[in-house]
């Protein structure tokens, strides 16, 4: 960050806070800092970063206060610097405001120095919960589908199957994971996100064509695992399995959770 934008940023955020007990700063303030017009708009991105939020266990009733205000109908809420840093990373990145602002906010936090590296982590974050949210939805409508408990390992391996070419086992070998947790954790933001594509469609197949017994949830699982593989082949011309394993996401939660006792510990007032 240059000096230029230090000396923009510093007045505009620092000077906005507000100091009782533990500095913060409102919703509605901080939303002209970030370069949004619409306070409507903006409470859809506090909401996407108060669920991230709680996904790291970080108390929302902490962060995100709401205060006595309304704007535009909307709750005014006391933020904290963590809090800002949160809306900051879900706001809109072609805005200059929330490019400078991430970046002030970060610096801030010695566990999340990259801007950049840190709005991955986010959309990593994201798209982990809503897999999981979503596998949890599969496995409820193949169970009323007539899946049997211990039939569940050969239908989800029926997924891996369809969209690897080879068992989840021979995943874990091919891509060199040796470690205990889920593969899932240590998938980087495509391959998740091709396998949420996979999961939810598996979902709605299984849904649609009113798909009955282990054979045919399986073989659903196979094909709909199968076009999401070639679909992927096609946009980047890499199947799923050669795409390299990253940072254990879990891994990111703690370093997340480390930058908000240290901005909270920065804020604290004596």
Not at 175 to 195: I, P, Q, S, V
């Amino acid at each position: 960050m240059n000096s230029n934008e230090d000396q923009t940023i510093l007045p505009l955020f620092e000077d906005a806070a507000y100091d009782e007990g533990m500095r913060h700063w409102l919703s509605s303030d901080f939303m002209r800092f970030l370069g949004y017009a619409n306070y409507s708009s903006f409470a859809q991105v506090i909401n996407k970063a108060m669920g991230v939020c709680a996904s790291l266990g970080v108390d929302i009733s902490e962060a995100f206060v709401p205060s006595q205000h309304r704007t535009e109908g909307k709750t005014v809420y006391k933020l904290s610097r963590f809090a800002c840093f949160l809306v900051a990373m879900h706001s809109d990145e072609r805005k200059d405001e929330v490019k400078r602002a991430r970046i002030y906010l970060a610096a801030f936090a010695s566990s999340v120095i990259d801007a950049t590296a840190s709005e991955e982590s986010f959309v990593r974050l994201e798209m982990r919960n809503e897999l999981k949210d979503s596998e949890k939805t599969l496995s409820g409508v193949a169970q009323s589908a007539g899946l049997k408990p211990h039939e569940f390992g050969i239908f989800k391996d029926a997924g891996f199957r369809g969209m690897y070419n080879m068992s989840l086992n021979d995943l874990k070998n091919r891509k060199g994971f040796a470690g205990k947790g889920t593969l899932y954790d240590f998938m980087d933001r495509t391959e998740l996100a091709g396998n949420f594509f996979r999961v939810t469609q598996t979902t709605e197949r299984i849904r649609t064509e009113n798909c009955r017994g282990l054979n045919k949830l399986a073989a659903t699982a196979v094909q709909v695992g199968a076009e999401i593989r070639q679909m992927m082949i096609k946009n980047s011309g890499t199947p799923p399995e050669s795409i390299p394993l990253v940072e254990d996401v879990n891994v990111v939660k703690r370093r997340l959770k480390g930058a908000h006792k240290e901005m909270k510990r920065i804020d604290k007032i004596a």
